[in-house]
C-alpha cells in the first residue's frame, strides 16, 4: 500500500518559482516511475513532468525548460521545481506513479499564478 501527500503549493505572480514535493509512505516507491500531474478548472488532468526509478525524466512540451522533476529514493519523495510560472500553469497539482494507479490519487496540491 502507497500513500501520496503532496505540498508546496500556493499563490505565486508570473515569472515566480515553486518547488512541490510529494512524500511517499510505503516501502516500494524507489520502485515506480513517478509523476506529477495537473489539472485545471474544466480540463482533463495531465502529466506534466515523469521520472524513472533510474532518474531518466520526460516534460510537458509546454513547460520543458522551466520544470524539473527529481526524487530521492532515501527519503521516499520526488520534487518539481517550478520556474518562470506562467497563469495558463494554475492548476491542482497531483503525483502519482507512471502511469497513475487510481487508488494512489491524494489531495493534491493548489497552484495558482496570478498577479
Known amino acids: 500500500q502507497v500513500q501520496l501527500v503532496e505540498s508546496g503549493g500556493g499563490l505565486v505572480q508570473p515569472g515566480g518559482s515553486l518547488r512541490l514535493s510529494c512524500a511517499a509512505f510505503?516501502?516500494?516507491?524507489?520502485?515506480?516511475?513517478m509523476g506529477w500531474y495537473r489539472q485545471a478548472p474544466g480540463k482533463q488532468r495531465e502529466l506534466v513532468a515523469g521520472i524513472t526509478s533510474g532518474g531518466s525524466t520526460k516534460y510537458l512540451d509546454s513547460v520543458k525548460g522551466r520544470f524539473t522533476i527529481s526524487r530521492d529514493n532515501a527519503k521516499n519523495t520526488v520534487y518539481l521545481q517550478m520556474n518562470s510560472l506562467k497563469p495558463e500553469d494554475t492548476a491542482v497539482y497531483y503525483c502519482n506513479s507512471d502511469p497513475p494507479r487510481p487508488l494512489y490519487w491524494g489531495q493534491g496540491t493548489q497552484v495558482t499564478v496570478s498577479s
Open positions: 510505503g516501502s516500494i516507491f524507489r520502485l515506480f516511475a
